[in-house]
Nanobody, 123 residues
């Protein structure tokens, strides 16, 4: 069992930045992949970024490459999503998720999900 708690969402103007945090607990397995997903009203869930253990290799959606950076602090069991140059189309509920023994941007790979944190970008 993996418990995930997101934080860091909020409202920002276009061009601004936010950093989301995802703190994980409950599983000491070093092969836990953590991903960030988002869902805007009326749209499907989109994989944004993921970080693969133990190398820390990262996956990014084309829509966020060059703007978002995923990173991890193993000592704090926390994964971060630094979001720069935000656009109104980045507005969505952002979810942190965890997968065991697999990784990537496909939501069906992830068995554990946080409650989400809202990101709103105004033009």
């Amino acid at each position: 069992q993996v418990r995930l708690v997101e934080s860091g969402g909020g409202s920002v103007q276009a061009g601004g930045s936010l950093r989301l945090s995802c703190q994980a607990s409950g599983n000491k397995n070093s092969r836990v992949c953590v991903g960030w997903f988002r869902q805007a009203p009326g749209k499907g869930r989109e994989g944004v970024a993921a970080i693969s253990p133990p190398s820390g290799s990262a996956y990014y959606a084309d829509s966020v490459k060059g703007r978002f950076t995923i990173s991890q602090d193993n000592a704090k069991n926390t994964v971060y999503l630094q979001m720069n140059s935000l656009k109104p189309e980045d507005t969505a509920m952002y979810y942190c998720a965890a997968a065991l023994w697999t990784c990537g941007l496909a939501y069906y790979r992830y068995a554990y999900w946080g409650q989400g944190t809202q990101v709103t970008v105004s033009s």
